[in-house]
Every structure is written in structure tokens, then in C-alpha cells.
């Protein structure tokens, strides 16, 4: 490899001159010609430092006639990941991923050094899935730390981590992570695949992009096919019993797979607490998500039809009906909670609650007086609200969300029997739902295994299920 030729190259490739991040540094390595490459942000200065202080002090006379690269490596460079190549593609593709490139005269490749350090947030408990009891520590948005995280906590040679680059302009390391004896090895190739056979400029935005690359096209149905989990422990359990974690650079948010409509009624919560109380919020979750969907357009069909309301239910009937028309505000409410959510969730932290707890209150209070709205409308619609919290997948949340408005769009169109199309056209719908590299979305019930549906339906004894 020519030395200067190779340093032409890689300034124009890498474009030096145009980006003050992009370092070239020009030293001498044991008597010969030198230049380094490496990202600003991601070079660890002080390992940098030492080690052209170590390499300057090699006598020129120990390194003269070498050329063989790994040969140089194996005697002079003391840093613990180093490779080399002279792939110019391969050379500019590391460097940009915070490796530092080292280019010798006389040496018949270039040698890459492993020095990088990312920018990195601590592993603090996410957010959105906390526990009352367990691990508090969360994924983050390096890669590397996030499989340490579940290395930490499996410590088997048969737990794997793939590498995958996806994305012709971002290059985003994907990780496949996987128990090698217990994972299904058709599922395991025809992902893999899948993910090879993306071609997309960038993938900036992590998992979204990478999910909608994966999943099979149908615009029309809301219901999530991934799993999502900022939790090391969940991932680590989900690892365990036979599951794919994808993990992506840049994104806490880690895909399991594969994922059927009823692995959405598992939390970690249940697992931190004894079986029968882990059994019974499992329970409870799913009822009282399930009432969320129903529970408004079955109570707008009764209004409607006040001659079906059974004497036990006389007490849902509306004494004063209010100046708009009953769908409309059902409609008006529902957006109006997600108006709320949205500004809560551009509000600084300090202030959010006080604003979705004051914006709620005004406008219920208000709308009442007014006559706008029932208040035994918004009563419902407050259950519904704070009910849909009890499902940590925001993407279920919303899928149930839409099916809900279309069941009152249908109600109020067709009545009764708009309401049992809007069924049906649901349960076709999960029927017909395709997940991502194969499966059946309402497995076990289709098709039917009794041994997962009661692993899904009770929680059992974690000493039996790592028996098993």
C-alpha cells in the first residue's frame, strides 16, 4: 500500500478540510512517516497520547524492512482491539465509527486502533416501565453498554450477540441477541435475512425505522407486532425463554421477538412479585384494558337504544343530554386527552403534571356548566384515561384507541349492528395480522398450545419455569 496515495485518499473520502471534527494527525512512527485519523468527539485523548509516545521511542533500526502490518501490530501497538485493513471503504466506515486510523509508511495496511468513547447518559430506571421492586438500571443509547447490561446478567456461552450494519448512509449497528441452544433457528435465519436484505439510506430513527423496514405492509392495521423494553432484566428473561432481543445503536429501546397479541398482557411487575399476586394483576391488567375498549361505545349504544338498558343499569342514563350531540363529544373528548398528553409531553418536567391536572380539571368543570358536555360522558371517558395506563405498550394503547372511535363511528351509523361489524372487522383483523418474519399473531390460541396460553394466562413459579 502506497503511503501517500493511501493518504490522499483518505483525506478526500473522509473530507478533512470541510469537517473541523474530522482530525488528521501527521507524526513519525519509529523513524517512518505517519498520519492518524480519528473523530474528535470519540478519541480517547490520553490513550492517544501515550501511545504515540510509545511508538516514537521505537528505534528505526527494530521496524526496518517490516511490512507486514500485523506483524507491527503484535510487537509495537499495546492497545487491546486493533485490527487492520486496506479497504479504503472499510477504513472510512471505522473511522467515522470513532476508531482511530493509523497509516505507516511501509506498512502494507492500515491499522486500526479501538480507542473510541461514545457520548453516554447513565443507566439510570427507564422512565416508562418502572417496577415497585427489582433492578433500576435501564438500557441506554450505546450499544455496547446495553449487551453488557444483559451479559451481566447471563453469563452463558450460548448467549450471542450478532452484529448487523443496516443503512447505506448511517451504517447502524443492529445487534441480534440470542440464546444459541434455545432460540428457533428457522425464525433466527429468516430474520436474519430480513434484516440483511434492508436497503434504506439512513436509519436514523432507530427502532421505528427498523420496525416498519421489518414488518409486512398493511397501512390499515394498528396493532403492534414488536415488543419494546428499556428494562435489561425483561429482555434478559426474554432471551431466556427462546426469544430474539434486537438491540440498535443509538436507541434504550430494545425489540423482542417474536411477539403475539397476548404477550402484551405480561409485565415485569408480575415477576417481582409472588405468583398469585403476579396472576392477579396480570388479570386485573387485562380486564381492565379490555373495558377501556368496550366500555363507551356500548355505553352510547344504550343511549341511543335507552329501551335495551337493563333495571340494573338505569343509573347510567343521562339526566341532561348538553348542547352537542352525544358522538360528537365523545369524539371531541378523546382527541381532547391526547391534546392533553401532547402538551404535558412538551412541557418542562416541573410543570406537566400541574398543567394535564389543571387543564383537565378546568375544562371538565367548565364544559359541565356550560352545557357543553355530560358529565357522566366524562366521567367514562376519565376511566378510560387513566385505564389505558395499566398497558406499558403505548402502541396497543393506541391501537385500541382507534378501534374504540371506529366502534362509535359505526354505532352511530348503523347502531347495533355497526357495533357487531366493528367486532368482527377487529377480530379479522388479528386473524389476518402478519408479524414479522413469520408467526401467528394470536399464538397460542391459533394455533392452540395449552401449555403457553397458561404460562401467559397465570404467572408460575420461576423455579419451575427454569426447571423446565
Known amino acids: 500500500m502506497n503511503y501517500q496515495e493511501t493518504v490522499t485518499q483518505l483525506n478526500s473520502k473522509l473530507r478533512v478540510d470541510s469537517s473541523f471534527d474530522l482530525v488528521s494527525r501527521e507524526c513519525v512512527v519509529a523513524g517512518r512517516s505517519a498520519t492518524m485519523y480519528f473523530v474528535d468527539g470519540f478519541a480517547k485523548d490520553q490513550i492517544l497520547d501515550k501511545m504515540l509516545q510509545f511508538l516514537n521511542k521505537i528505534p528505526a533500526s527494530d521496524v526496518k524492512g517490516l511490512t507486514d502490518a500485523q506483524t507491527f501490530i503484535a510487537r509495537y501497538i499495546t492497545y487491546i482491539e486493533v485490527d487492520c485493513s486496506d479497504d479504503l471503504q472499510t477504513i472510512c466506515l471505522q473511522v467515522l465509527s470513532g476508531v482511530t486510523a493509523l497509516v505507516v509508511s511501509g506498512l502494507d ?24 421492586r427489582g433492578s433500576r438500571d435501564g438500557f441506554v443509547e450505546t450499544l455496547v453498554f446495553n449487551t453488557a447490561l444483559i451479559r451481566r446478567r447471563l453469563r452463558h456461552p450460548a448467549l450471542t450477540f450478532e452484529a448487523i450494519q443496516v443503512g447505506e448512509l448511517s451504517s447502524t449497528d443492529i445487534c441480534l441477541c440470542y440464546m444459541d441452544d434455545r432460540v428457533d433457528r428457522r425464525y433466527l435465519d429468516t430474520l436474519r435475512k430480513r434484516i440483511k436484505a434492508i436497503t434504506i439510506p439512513s436509519l436514523t ?9 421489518l414488518l409486512p405492509k398493511q397501512w390499515y392495521n394498528p396493532f403492534p407486532r414488536i415488543r419494546y423494553t428499556e428494562r435489561p432484566d425483561s429482555a434478559a428473561a426474554s432471551v431466556v425463554e427462546g426469544q430474539i432481543v434486537l438491540l440498535i445503536d443509538n436507541s434504550p429501546a430494545a425489540m423482542i421477538l417474536p411477539t403475539s397479541i397476548f404477550s402484551f398482557s405480561q409485565d415485569t411487575n408480575d415477576y417481582y412479585f409472588p405468583p398469585i399476586v403476579g396472576t392477579y394483576l396480570r388479570w386485573v391488567r387485562s380486564f381492565i384494558f379490555m373495558v377501556t375498549l368496550f366500555i363507551t361505545p356500548i355505553w352510547y349504544y344504550l343511549m341511543k337504544n335507552q329501551d335495551h338498558i337493563p333495571a340494573a343499569l338505569e343509573f347510567i342514563r343521562i339526566e341532561k343530554m348538553g348542547a352537542i350531540p352525544l358522538i360528537v363529544q365523545l369524539l371531541l373528548v378523546e382527541i381532547l386527552i391526547d391534546t392533553l398528553k401532547l402538551a404535558s409531553l412538551n412541557t418542562p418536567s416541573s410543570l406537566s403534571n400541574a398543567l394535564s391536572l389543571v387543564g383537565a380539571l378546568v375544562f371538565g368543570e367548565f364544559a359541565v356548566q356550560a352545557g357543553l358536555f355530560v358529565a357522566e360522558l366524562l366521567a367514562y371517558m376519565a376511566f378510560v384515561a387513566i385505564a389505558s395506563f395499566t398497558q406499558p405498550s403505548h402502541e396497543l394503547t393506541y391501537a385500541f384507541k382507534l378501534f374504540r372511535i371506529l366502534f362509535l363511528l359505526l354505532t352511530w351509523l348503523f347502531n347495533g349492528w355497526g357495533l357487531l361489524a366493528g367486532m368482527t372487522l377487529m377480530l379479522i383483523i388479528l386473524v389476518t395480522t402478519k408479524t414479522v418474519a413469520g408467526g401467528h399473531y394470536l399464538y397460542p390460541l391459533f394455533p392452540f398450545n395449552a401449555k403457553a396460553l397458561l404460562r401467559l394466562l397465570v404467572r408460575q413459579n420461576i423455579s419451575r419455569f427454569n426447571a423446565g
Do not use: F
Not at 495496511?109 to 461514545?118: C, E, G, K
Not at 453516554?120 to 418502572?130: C, Y
Not at 430513527?205 to 423496514?213: D, F, R, V
Open 205 to 213: 430513527m432507530s427502532q421505528e425505522g427498523l420496525a416498519e423496514c
Open 109 to 132: 495496511r492500515v491499522i486500526l486502533v479501538d480507542s473510541r468513547t461514545y457520548p453516554v447518559r447513565g443507566v439510570q430506571e427507564p422512565e416508562s416501565d418502572r417496577v415497585l
